[in-house]
């Protein structure tokens, strides 16, 4: 299979699981609006010992949320990896640039641009230039290396023109020549933000047996592993077991806080 085939496989997968998640939403709605149509015609039988509809409620209402941000997550996948596939100008816009001066062509072509795209991909774009100075989990390809590596680096700058991200490798490594730190531009794609510390509200809650990425203990680097055990609140860490992380022949329990943990991006399996 080709990586532009593969490319569009996997957008065709996120879109396929971005349709359930909104007929999942649906079905969640139905059973909210028939709870609040047995509150309002029947508001007294919250005092009844053992009635449970407004636990029943709580949890619909919390269901919806979850789904939502799920819906959020894989659209923002979805975006990135449209913008792998679909090129930045229209047909002959390079051609275009040389007449005139090419510096006020540029700069024309940003504003409009600028104006051109959705509000919800300009929310996007902003929210992605606000990463600047925030460490985010990359992809990147290093030196002599035969496969791409996930870890954490710092944001640099966001261009919105080109949907480059500019990334410092705060850490790059054991050698003895590279105590330097290294810069890379990376798309969008090779991108993923961290659930925030201080908002664990925030975070995608990932269910028992979901494959992640996740920042292995005591590293900067990110491997995919497993939960293991179901969290009962949104601050606890995850329990998850790593892939090739044997000892003794099995795979060890480790501990990781929920905002080192982020969605495995599809086709991304390491």
């Given at each position: 299979?080709?990586?532009?085939?593969?490319?569009?496989?996997?957008?065709?997968?996120?879109?396929?699981?971005?349709?359930?998640?909104?007929?999942?939403?649906?079905?969640?709605?139905?059973?909210?609006?028939?709870?609040?149509?047995?509150?309002?015609?029947?508001?007294?039988?919250?005092?009844?010992?053992?009635?449970?509809?407004?636990?029943?409620?709580?949890?619909?209402?919390?269901?919806?949320?979850?789904?939502?941000?799920?819906?959020?997550?894989?659209?923002?996948?979805?975006?990135?990896?449209?913008?792998?596939?679909?090129?930045?100008?229209?047909?002959?816009?390079?051609?275009?640039?040389?007449?005139?001066?090419?510096?006020?062509?540029?700069?024309?072509?940003?504003?409009?641009?600028?104006?051109?795209?959705?509000?919800?991909?300009?929310?996007?774009?902003?929210?992605?230039?606000?990463?600047?100075?925030?460490?985010?989990?990359?992809?990147?390809?290093?030196?002599?290396?035969?496969?791409?590596?996930?870890?954490?680096?710092?944001?640099?700058?966001?261009?919105?023109?080109?949907?480059?991200?500019?990334?410092?490798?705060?850490?790059?490594?054991?050698?003895?020549?590279?105590?330097?730190?290294?810069?890379?531009k990376l798309p969008m794609s090779h991108i993923i933000p961290f659930p925030k510390r201080?908002?664990?509200?925030?975070?995608?809650?990932?269910?028992?047996?979901?494959?992640?990425?996740?920042?292995?203990?005591?590293?900067t680097a990110l491997y995919k592993a497993t939960v293991v055990h179901a969290r009962k609140?949104?601050?606890?860490?995850?329990?998850?077991?790593?892939?090739?992380?044997?000892?003794?022949?099995?795979?060890?329990?480790?501990?990781?806080?929920?905002?080192?943990?982020?969605?495995?991006?599809?086709?991304?399996?390491?």
């Amino acid at each position: 299979m080709s990586s532009t085939s593969a490319d569009v496989s996997g957008i065709m997968d996120n879109a396929k699981e971005l349709d359930r998640l909104r007929k999942e939403q649906e079905e969640v709605l139905i059973e909210i609006n028939k709870m609040h149509k047995k509150l309002q015609s029947t508001p007294e039988v919250v005092e009844k010992p053992g009635d449970s509809s407004l636990s029943r409620l709580k949890m619909l209402y919390t269901q919806a949320k979850d789904l939502s941000e799920s819906e959020v997550s894989i659209a923002t996948q979805l975006i990135s990896q449209m913008d792998t596939l679909v090129p930045s100008g229209p047909p002959g816009q390079q051609r275009r640039r040389v007449e005139g001066n090419e510096q006020k062509k540029k700069r024309m072509k940003g504003d409009s641009d600028i104006s051109r795209v959705s509000p919800s991909i300009r929310n996007h774009l902003d929210a992605l230039a606000s990463l600047k100075g925030e460490q985010v989990a990359a992809r990147v390809r290093l030196e002599d290396a035969d496969k791409d590596d996930w870890f954490i680096v710092k944001v640099i700058h966001f261009d919105r023109e080109s949907r480059e991200f500019e990334v410092l490798d705060e850490e790059p490594g054991d050698d003895e020549d590279s105590s330097s730190q290294r810069k890379y531009k990376l798309p969008m794609s090779h991108i993923i933000p961290f659930p925030k510390r201080n908002d664990p509200s925030s975070a995608q809650d990932f269910p028992l047996g979901r494959h992640v990425l996740a920042v292995y203990p005591g590293t900067t680097a990110l491997y995919k592993a497993t939960v293991v055990h179901a969290r009962k609140r949104k601050i606890d860490d995850y329990i998850l077991e790593f892939d090739d992380d044997e000892e003794d022949g099995s795979l060890p329990q480790r501990s990781v806080p929920f905002h080192k943990v982020v969605a495995l991006p599809e086709g991304h399996g390491q």
